[in-house]
């Protein structure tokens, strides 16, 4: 009886002691060997190597770092399409959709210094919608976290722009869309529905319509609306199921690193 005690309370043990991989961070790394088969993340500039930047595919849970020259390696396995981010002191948040297809051979990707013309407002990753989605929706089988709702809102003091040049809101990466353009080609499968596309608003006023799924989408502000030395507030709004009339049906999209250039 006590031998079989012993053998219940280790096993118990185990079970809890057991990590809990599905909501692990893997970090990754770059091996000192077979760099011929390494990423590279390298100054757009001057095409030097850098060191110390973290890439990280938040739909994986998985990070590394690039090694003195700039070489990364990508030790996971990437399932449909997924966002990469770069992330470097002194730089501008920059971020892709890749597959697995994309990353098969190495990949050398060059991002950029802010010489004081960009302002990060996020770099995180985020949920809209209402968790309710198709799984032939563009890039569902991608999200990994839960909605944090239909809009997204930021406030912030405009800083180190020149306001003599035009200003711009960057959304680094954007998943999820399924308006009639995104459907049109061929980001989603959905054959019997469409959405009206997510809004982007300054300051309470709409300035501008995502209908696409994509990188780098860049949004002009009108100057007249920017508040100087107070707080300005940019909110991010899904869009909503056109077809569905019985109740409210938002569309689930995802997006990560936002920022303000000139």
């Known amino acids: 009886m006590k031998k079989l005690l012993s053998l219940i309370i280790l096993i ?34 001057t095409g ?37 981010s770069v992330e470097k002191k002194n730089y501008k948040p920059f971020s892709v959709t890749v597959t697995d297809q994309t990353v098969s051979a190495p990949i050398v990707i060059g991002i950029e210094k802010t010489n004081g013309d960009a302002m990060v407002l996020d770099n995180n990753m985020y949920h809209l ?11 569902a089988g ?50 019997n529905a469409f959405a009206s596309p997510p809004e982007v608003y300054f300051n309470g006023n709409r300035i501008s319509e995502i209908q696409i799924n ?9 100057p007249n609306l920017i508040k100087r030395n107070q707080p300005n507030e940019v909110t991010i709004k899904t869009g909503r199921n056109l077809m569905q009339t019985a109740y409210i ?8 690193n936002l920022f303000i250039e000139n």
């Open 48 to 84: 030097a190597g850098i060191d110390g930047a973290r890439v990280t595919l938040p739909k994986e849970r998985y990070s590394t770092t690039t090694d003195e020259e700039g070489y990364f390696e990508l030790d996971t396995h990437i399932n449909g399409t997924s966002i990469m």
């Open 129 to 139: 919608g209402d968790n309710n989605y198709s799984d032939l929706s563009a890039n």
């Open 214 to 222: 994509g990188d780098g989408q860049r949004i002009k502000i009108p």
């Open 12 to 45: 118990i043990y185990v079970i809890i002691s057991a990590p809990v991989y599905a909501a692990s961070t893997f970090e990754g790394g770059v091996s000192a060997q077979g760099r011929g088969n390494s990423s590279r993340i390298v100054d757009k500039k």
């Open 142 to 191: 991608e999200f990994r976290m839960a909605s944090i709702g239909p809009f997204y809102t930021k406030k912030f003091q405009i800083k180190n722009v020149k306001f003599n040049k035009p200003i711009f809101l960057v959304i680094g990466s954007i998943i999820g869309i399924d308006t009639q353009m995104a459907r049109s080609i061929g980001q989603n499968q959905i054959v």
């Open 249 to 256: 049906d938002y569309d689930d999209i995802e997006f990560m």
